[in-house]
């Protein structure tokens, strides 16, 4: 499966868009981006995924790159309770089901 | 409300112990894993079952076996506890194939005497 690649941590003014990278630049044709967050002491939760085309829900907007080779998870108006580890990944042929972790952003939302 | 279930949030046993760890589900879900995490280590999977009484090995299962009698629960065993396996462990579940989430439990934080 293609590796991620994310920055180690980020900041976000509350109440503003954060816009969270995920660059995959080895990804296959089959291969889907998942985000997940941890908020602390908590298990992980699923935020979105996709294959080709963009996607939104509730939680937030993905975005990914026409060659598919990069990503951006969009929360569009950031709260406090949005502090968290995000975890862009990958799932393909290789992972099947199952669901493996990279260190992921530590993201922190400043008052 | 999908539902993982963790038997215990917080759990001391002594070193020697045989310590169960129970995970539960409620979606009907084929595959379920066991992930411990531990600071500086991220979450790192220990085993995965894709059906009952199916497993396969994750990137850490030294020191641990697993058990699914049942499709609904899917339980970790350490054999005999180690400090070394003090850690937050994690439960999760979703159907098959790719286009499909995963759910997790809330945690168990073990600790090892």
């Known amino acids: 499966d293609a590796k991620t690649t994310q920055p180690p941590s980020m900041d976000c003014a509350e109440g503003r868009a954060a816009n969270l990278p995920c660059n995959h630049s080895?990804?296959?044709?089959?291969?889907?981006v998942y985000w997940y967050r941890q908020i602390h002491s908590q298990g992980p939760q699923y935020i979105i995924h996709?294959?080709?085309n963009n996607e939104t829900n509730e939680m937030a907007s993905l975005i990914i790159t026409e060659d598919r080779k990069s990503s951006t998870l969009i929360l569009p108006h950031a709260t406090l309770r949005d502090t968290a580890v995000y975890y862009c990944?990958?799932?393909?042929?290789?992972?099947?089901?199952?669901?493996?972790f990279g260190p992921g952003t530590s993201l922190s939302v400043i008052p | 409300d999908v539902k993982v279930t963790q038997s215990s949030r917080y759990l001391v046993k002594r070193t020697g112990e045989k310590v169960f760890l129970e995970c539960v589900q409620d979606?009907?879900?084929?595959?379920m894993f066991w992930y411990r995490q531990d600071p500086g280590l991220g979450l790192r999977l220990i085993y995965f079952?894709?059906?009952?009484?199916?497993?396969e090995k994750g990137d850490i299962p030294e020191g641990y076996s697993v058990s699914r009698e049942k499709k609904e629960r899917f339980s970790l065993i350490l054999e005999s506890a180690s400090t070394n396996q003090t850690s937050m462990y994690l439960c999760?579940?979703?159907?098959?194939?790719?286009?499909?989430?995963?759910?997790f439990g809330q945690g168990t934080r073990l600790t090892v005497v």
């Open positions: 990944i990958v799932r393909g042929l290789v992972s099947e089901d199952k669901v493996i």
């Open positions: 080895t990804i296959s044709g089959n291969e889907y």
């Open positions: 996709g294959l080709k």
């Open positions: 979606m009907d879900h084929e595959n």
């Open positions: 079952s894709y059906d009952v009484k199916m497993k």
């Open positions: 999760a579940s979703n159907r098959g194939g790719l286009n499909t989430e995963a759910f």
